[in-house]
Each structure stands twice: as C-alpha cells, then as structure tokens.
C-alpha cells in the first residue's frame, strides 16, 4: 500500500485487461479496487459480503435474481450500488465503463458460486496496482 497519493487515472492506465479488478486501496480489511469492463460478467453471488459498486465512467448494468424473479438496474456514471450478500448478479456494460468496487479483502471476483466463466473473465481476488 503507498504512502503517497494514488491518482486513480494514472492507475487506470497501468492495465488494459477487462474484468479484472486492481486493488487500489486498503480500508480496515476492505479493498478499493478498480476495474475497466466490457460486455457481460458471469452470474455469480458472494455469500457472506455485500458488494458496492461506483461507475466512474460509462455505464453498468447489473442484472439481479431476487424474490423469485430476475432484474436489471442501469448505473450510468456517477451512480453507486450495492449488491446484498446471497443475491446472484451480473454485471455488463455494452459500451463499457470504469467501475470502483469496494468489499472485503480476499473477495474472488465470481464469487463463492457462479455459472461457467468465460476465458475473457479474471477470476482473482485482486491484483495490486
Ligand atoms: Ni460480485
């Protein structure tokens, strides 16, 4: 972790990779990290953590299957959201967007159950910036 001021835009340019989520930051035993994403995630749920979402830049959708039913909210840029814990989602973003996650340290990225992951899909529990 740097002692130093981080500029987010600056750590945006150290990766092109799609889904696969920087660490850019430590909170108590939280990560901050980042990640740039395109087309669709994986339907997957994290158990035992609520999971927040801030869009940087473009747009995300997040699919949500709760009560029976499936969902899908729109976050365009600037909007934040957070996913339950127990609650299968998939994040996609047709355009592509500039996300900032924020869940405990050591949270894989398709979390503890998830449909087939596609080879373009990190599964990681976050790779320092
Ligand atoms: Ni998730």
């Known amino acids: 972790m740097s002692a ?3 500029d987010i835009d600056t750590a945006y ?3 092109d990779a799609i889904w696969s989520p ?5 909170v108590n035993d939280y990560d901050v990290r980042i990640a740039k994403v395109k087309g669709e995630h994986v339907w997957h749920v994290h158990e035992d953590t609520d999971e ?3 869009v940087l830049d473009g747009e995300l959708a997040i699919g949500l299957r709760e009560d029976g039913g499936e969902r899908v909210v729109t976050l365009p840029r600037g909007s934040v959201f957070v996913v339950p814990r127990g609650v299968f989602h998939k994040p996609s973003s ?3 967007a500039r996300i900032l996650l924020f869940e405990p340290s ?3 990225s398709v979390g503890d159950r998830h449909e087939e992951v ?5 599964v990681t ?3 320092r910036v």
């Not at 920087?22 to 430590?26: K, V």
């Not at 596609?118 to 990190?122: I, N, T």
């Open 4 to 6: 130093q001021p981080i």
């Open 13 to 15: 340019a150290t990766f």
């Open 22 to 26: 920087r660490i850019l930051a430590n």
């Open 52 to 54: 927040f979402f801030l």
């Open 94 to 96: 047709d355009g592509g």
């Open 106 to 108: 050591g949270t894989l």
């Open 118 to 122: 596609p080879a373009y899909v990190d």
């Open 125 to 127: 529990v976050g790779h």
